[in-house]
């Protein structure tokens, strides 16, 4: 069972370089979120979708883009990296609203950008 | 706004003796609430739910709207409980609010 599978797991990034963050899932969930984890914080939400097609921000957007073409894909675009993107990325997936089914999560891809 | 605190980044216990791990929240609606625990090396999973009323694993988490609390606790520590630990809040809206989680360690 794949469950949520993110790559890469690591990256470095020069300031000002793109890049796409993948996440993919095998459980046919609806709802598909992307968190960002700064050392010593909690998880911030930066988009969420609740179906292909549908997508939405969530508390910190600025400086990303996503798309959800598939049920089971849901990249994280990032076009100009900067140094406050430094975090820990990770992606999750839910079979309907989180509050109700819980989340399941992917193993997280660790951004730095310098 | 909805807030979720937990106001110990670290806490040591002894095993076999008692573990609470604070959680306060914030929140004018009706909270449901979470904890989810990362092992080391994994990732990060449900550990269990208010609405459910679950014990899992021995720990078990009461929802306080007195004093706006969700304290995860277990009777008796084990090794393997040793994680950082998340409580988290659904405001009701298609997203959980994490605390900045406890990182619990069980000392032999």
């Not at chain 1, 049920?71 to 140094?83: C, N, S, V, Y």
């Amino acid at each position: 069972n794949a469950g949520v599978t993110q790559t890469p797991k690591f990256r470095i990034l020069k300031i000002g370089q793109s890049m796409t963050l993948q996440c993919a899932q095998d459980m046919n969930h609806n709802y598909m979120y992307w968190y960002r984890q700064d050392p010593g914080m909690g998880l911030k939400l930066i988009y969420y979708s609740v179906g292909a097609g549908i997508t939405d921000k969530g508390e910190v957007p600025n400086g990303y883009n996503v798309s959800r073409s598939t049920t089971e894909d849901f990249p994280l675009r990032l076009e100009l990296a900067a140094p406050s993107q430094t975090s820990v990325y990770f992606c999750a997936s839910s079979l309907g609203r989180g509050a109700n089914y819980g989340y399941t999560f992917g193993s997280g891809t660790r951004l730095t950008v310098v | 706004a909805q807030r979720v605190t937990q106001p110990e980044k670290l806490l040591s216990v002894f095993k076999g003796a008692p573990v609470e791990l604070k959680c306060n929240y914030s929140y004018s609606g009706s909270p449901e609430l979470f904890w989810y625990v990362q092992y080391s090396r994994q990732r990060l999973q449900l550990l269990l739910r208010h609405i459910s009323r679950e014990s899992i694993k021995g720990f078990t988490a009461d929802l306080n709207k007195g004093e706006t609390s969700f304290h995860l606790k277990k009777p008796f520590a084990q090794e393997e409980d040793s994680a950082m630990y998340y409580c988290a809040l659904a405001p009701g809206a298609n997203n959980l609010f994490f605390g900045t989680g406890t990182r619990l360690t069980v000392i032999p």
